[in-house]
């Protein structure tokens, strides 16, 4: 009961707060992209910084959580390739439904990780999505690039550029370098990223809140449905059996649970509409899937 009224119940009001104001006071589609643009390179990042650089890293089992994270995420990208003449999904249908198997939302789960373990959940939620963030954006690339309707070519130094210039990935690194470090932030600089990292959280969920959309038509109900159980059920239930068999346990167990539990985020429609899929198609499954997810997700923490 608790995880519901200091972690569901909050998100709910923000995320409504976000979604309220999209729709009657700040209807600007510039302000969203840039409050969206801000938290993403900007705060986020900070958030990360400050929060891995206060974790010992030395602790974590860096080799088993990576293949806990990155065979699930694998097998949902194939199980979905699979039964993609079974939902007789078109080209772009089938890059929007990869991407609803493997992409999440990093502002809610930043959410849940302190929510259920404060500033230490933060900190391993941040080192999962380290792993995670470069292995989602090339799987939903490459699929994009083969499926989507449009001339693209996968290209492996453009591709690579984009990862390790990706600002979460940076945030990660700066904050496994300060906590490696044989010598802590000066005052100032914690204090003043620390400010800065304060909004990433509230702001997000604002964002995810403005950005939901529910217009979805018949023939999408069947493969919405498909790809949701593959994204908030089988995907974390599987990540959580092979932890368990990895003797992974504690904070990093529930941080590996929420991160493969999580809807994908509204930018996921960014990349569709650009490079040639499904973009009605993707808003769908990332509106069902987030208002899904806040009962999900909860639901298998119980396990951890």
């Excluded at 958030?47 to 010992?56: C, E, G, N, R």
């Amino acid at each position: 009961m608790q995880i519901v009224t200091t972690a569901i119940v909050p998100i709910l009001v923000v995320m409504a707060l976000g979604f309220v104001l999209k729709r009657r006071w700040l209807p600007s589609p510039a302000f969203w992209t840039g409050m969206e643009q801000l938290t993403y390179f900007v705060l986020t990042p900070a958030l990360f910084v400050t929060a891995i650089a206060s974790v010992d890293l030395t602790a974590v089992p860096f080799g088993s959580v990576a293949a806990v994270l990155v065979i699930p995420i694998l097998v949902a990208t194939a199980l979905v390739l699979v039964l993609r003449r079974l939902m007789k999904a078109t080209g772009p249908q089938i890059t929007s439904l990869v991407q609803g198997a493997v992409r999440f939302n990093t502002y809610t789960g930043l959410i849940f990780a302190s929510a259920v373990a404060g500033a230490e959940g933060v900190a391993l939620f941040s080192l999962a999505a380290a792993i995670v963030v470069p292995l989602v954006n090339v799987v939903s690339v490459a699929a994009l690039t083969v499926y989507g309707d449009n001339d693209a070519e996968i290209r492996p130094v453009p591709m690579a550029r984009q990862i390790i210039t990706n600002p979460l990935i940076l945030g990660c690194v700066v904050g496994i370098a300060f906590s490696l470090a044989p010598f802590e932030l000066p005052a100032f600089a914690d204090a003043s990223l620390g400010i800065v990292a304060d909004g990433a959280l509230v702001i997000g969920t604002l964002v995810v809140g403005a950005a939901l959309q529910f217009r979805i038509s018949r023939h999408d109900i069947g493969m919405i449905t498909v790809v949701s159980v593959i994204k908030l059920v089988a995907l974390p239930l599987s990540a959580f059996f092979l932890a368990q068999w990895l003797s992974i346990e504690g904070v990093m167990l529930a941080a590996i649970v929420i991160i493969t539990a999580l809807p994908p985020a509204p930018s996921s429609y960014v990349l569709a509409a650009r490079m040639g899929g499904d973009g009605q198609l993707m808003i769908s499954i990332t509106g069902v899937q987030t208002v899904l997810s806040l009962v999900t997700l909860p639901l298998l923490l119980t396990l951890v």
